[in-house]
Each structure stands twice: as structure tokens, then as C-alpha cells.
């Protein structure tokens, strides 16, 4: 999957790869189970590989605050409405798209 994820940033032509910062992830409360899939996950230590790779490959890897990425438009900047399980949709500009690449698209933005 690392490889992958370099491979492709290079036949883009990207320079650097953005990454969400996860850094106060295990702090946040919100239901027993939720904080216990977090406490599991190794969330970093992907992050790290992707750095090793970008690194030898020539890349930049840089950290954005992931707050509010998939709920807000990267248009408009309006709050989108869901639309099913992983579909938002824009009230404003019409914008229906997968929540994930929503959130990408407002990452690159913050960048």
C-alpha cells in the first residue's frame, strides 16, 4: 500500500504527499468503544513508512489539521448534508461527492 501511495505521487509529478495530523488522535472521548479501536490502531506507524518512502523517492511529506475536511465543501466552504453512507452532497453548489474524497480535496486546500 506504501509503495502505492509513493508510486502514484510520482506519476503525478507531485513533489509532496499531505497527510493528515493524527498526533492528538487517542485524545479524543467519545464512546468506550470508539476509544478502544483507537488505542489499538498503529495510526502512526503507516504515516512513518510513507515518510521513509517519500524521503528516498525525493518527496516532501507534510502534516494539515484534519478538522472539518469531509464536512465542509471544498467549494463553497458550506456544511454538506449526507447522502447515504459515504456520499455528502452541497446544498449551495450542488457538489455530490465520496466523503473521502471530499476531505482530500480540502487537505490539498489547507496545505
Known amino acids: 500500500m506504501v509503495n502505492e501511495i509513493v508510486e502514484e505521487a510520482e506519476k503525478q509529478g507531485c513533489s509532496t504527499i499531505v ?6 488522535i487517542r485524545q ?3 464512546s468506550k468503544e470508539l ?3 483507537l488505542n489499538r ?3 502512526r506507524r503507516l504515516q512513518a513508512i510513507i515518510e521513509y518512502k517519500a ?3 525525493g518527496m516532501n511529506v507534510i502534516y494539515v ?3 472539518g475536511t469531509s464536512s465542509l465543501c471544498p467549494i463553497c466552504r458550506v456544511k454538506l448534508s449526507p447522502r447515504g453512507y459515504r456520499m455528502m452532497k452541497c446544498s449551495k453548489c450542488g457538489l ?3 466523503r473521502d474524497a ?3 480535496r480540502n487537505l490539498l486546500q489547507k496545505r
Request: aromatic fraction near 8%.
Open 19 to 24: 497527510l493528515e495530523d493524527l498526533k492528538n
Open 28 to 30: 479524543k472521548k467519545k
Open 35 to 37: 476509544n478502544g479501536r
Open 41 to 43: 490502531w498503529s495510526f
Open 55 to 57: 524521503e528516498l523517492a
Open 65 to 67: 489539521k484534519a478538522q
Open 96 to 98: 455530490e461527492e465520496d
Open 102 to 104: 471530499i476531505a482530500v
